[in-house]
């Protein structure tokens, strides 16, 4: 790719919503120091990684992360409902968090997080099939224990 003018390199920073705090450094390689104009921080970006679409500020781009973790509460419930597991508090208010549940087959406690809950159906199936090894605490099929390995 060809280099690219200080003074394109500045327009297209600001296009993704950055205002440069010193010169061009040359290469779009290069870390470049920017004022973030949606939250104001001070960064140091590479304009390649912005046109990669990859680039942020650390706080906007943990913000965002952390807006994709969550689900609506309902749908959460609805989810573990469907898994055999019954809330026993509230909705941890992210996908990752542990749960505090009842297991609806055995009857255990456990706390997965609700991004985890493929698999926990999945063992609540396997257990409704008797297809079970070995369950969490070293027993064996046919006998009580927790559906969660």
């Given amino acids: 790719m060809a280099r690219i003018t200080p003074l394109s390199a500045r327009m297209e920073l600001a296009g993704f919503g950055?205002?440069?705090l010193e010169?061009?450094?040359?290469?779009?390689?290069?870390k470049w120091k920017a004022r973030h104009?949606?939250?104001?921080?001070?960064v140091s970006i590479r304009l390649h990684v912005l046109r990669q679409g990859r680039g942020?500020?650390?706080?906007?781009?943990?913000?965002?992360h952390g807006s994709t973790r969550s689900l609506d509460p309902?749908?959460?419930?609805?989810?573990m409902l469907s898994a055999n597991l019954e809330p026993l508090e509230p909705y941890p208010g992210s996908v990752g968090k542990a749960w505090k549940s009842r297991c609806l087959?055995?009857?255990?406690i456990v706390a997965p997080g609700t991004?985890?809950?493929?698999?926990?159906?999945?063992?609540v199936e396997r257990v409704a099939?008797?297809?079970?090894?070995?369950?969490?605490?070293g027993t064996k099929k046919g006998q009580s224990g927790s559906c969660f390995p």
């Fill in 18 to 20: 950055y205002a440069p």
């Fill in 23 to 30: 010169e061009y450094p040359g290469i779009t390689t290069a």
């Fill in 37 to 42: 104009l949606e939250c104001g921080n001070e």
């Fill in 56 to 64: 942020c500020c650390m706080p906007c781009g943990a913000k965002k």
């Fill in 74 to 79: 309902g749908k959460a419930f609805e989810a």
């Fill in 105 to 108: 087959v055995c009857g255990d």
């Fill in 115 to 123: 991004r985890t809950l493929r698999l926990a159906r999945e063992a």
């Fill in 129 to 137: 099939r008797g297809n079970v090894q070995r369950l969490a605490g």
